[in-house]
């Protein structure tokens, strides 16, 4: 595929991408709405997040993007949160509405519209690997969804424990937890089996641990991990003739929801997609 302008100069200062798939994916829609917009990528250091929030009122900002290590202790400096974030506990979005800041968290929304286009989630029984920030938002918008049972399996316990205690304090969907030892055996009534574990990332090789052997034909395998798109859970489902849904649809998604609540305009998808899957490739 030819090289984008963007990736060319890049190339020439020696980096694989600008950036993230997000402020690409941006940078793209921005110039095919004909929008005279700017994403910016910026670093910040944790003891100058008061500062850096601060600065998203002083310098006018529209909103922003939040990741790690910043999605929980950015709560103490906005305003508002949607009823999603704050039951998500974390914050990947801000909104500036006149001069307020108010925290939403797409993560969720995101993943939860990709599993539309191939299973309604509500009624369904789902495994959710993991316990971080992608599975706790992930977790939140499945059971607002309807999900009927949510199984989290997860390698540190209080991690784990700690989210099936929220979805069961807050939601209407039952939890449980189930300890992550060697393979997990998908059961045969799990209609959806999530991986929001960071195994996969950058490693199209690395296994999760799961034995899919007594898993119904129906199952709905989906990963979060978007790079590579095909991870080795989602090829060895696709051999075996399950559903699939990669990481590359819940971050046009995300981005999608993140750039309507921004500029009010509906995203092209198809723009953000193939924004998304250069960059990846790259
Ligand atoms: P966190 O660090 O918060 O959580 C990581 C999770 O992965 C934990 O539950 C951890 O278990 C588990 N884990 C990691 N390595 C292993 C392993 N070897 N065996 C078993 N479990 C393991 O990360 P996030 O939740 O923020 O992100 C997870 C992934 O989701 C990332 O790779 C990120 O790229 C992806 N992501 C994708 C998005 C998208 O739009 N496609 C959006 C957001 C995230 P434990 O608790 O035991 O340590």
């Known amino acids: 595929m030819p090289k984008s302008p963007l990736q060319e100069i890049c190339a020439l200062l020696g980096q694989a991408v600008a950036g993230n798939p997000t402020q690409y994916m941006m940078e793209k829609l921005f110039v095919h709405h004909g929008l005279d917009w700017r994403y910016l990528t910026l670093e910040v250091l944790p003891e100058h997040l008061g500062d850096a929030i601060r600065g998203i009122r002083a310098l006018g900002f529209r909103g922003a993007n939040i990741t790690k290590p910043h999605k929980v202790p950015v709560l103490a400096y906005l305003d508002r949160l949607t009823s999603a974030a704050e039951l998500i506990g974390a914050v990947n979005c801000i909104v500036r509405e006149n001069d307020k800041l108010i925290g939403e968290n797409t993560d969720g929304k995101g993943f939860l519209q990709s599993l539309r286009g191939v299973i309604d989630p509500q009624g369904k029984r789902v495994v959710l690997l993991g316990a971080g920030g992608a599975a706790r938002a992930i977790a939140v918008e499945l059971a607002l969804a309807g999900a009927s049972a949510i199984t989290v399996v997860n390698r540190s316990a209080e991690r784990g424990q700690s989210l099936v205690d929220r979805i069961n304090e807050k939601t ?55 790079s590579p798109p095909l991870t080795h859970l989602v090829r060895k489902s696709q051999q075996r003739g399950f559903k699939t849904l990669d990481g590359v649809g819940m971050i046009v998604n995300q981005g999608a929801i993140g750039f309507k609540l921004w500029t009010g305009v509906d995203a092209d998808i198809q723009v953000m997609r193939e924004a998304a899957e250069e960059f990846v490739e790259t």
């Open 172 to 226: 209407k969907t039952p939890a449980t937890l189930i300890n992550w030892e060697g393979d997990y055996r998908v059961a045969a009534d799990t209609d959806v089996l999530v991986n929001a574990t960071s195994i996969g990332l950058n490693d199209e090789s690395a296994r999760v641990p799961v034995k899919l052997d007594d898993a119904q034909k129906q199952l709905v395998v989906a990963d979060v991990i978007a």
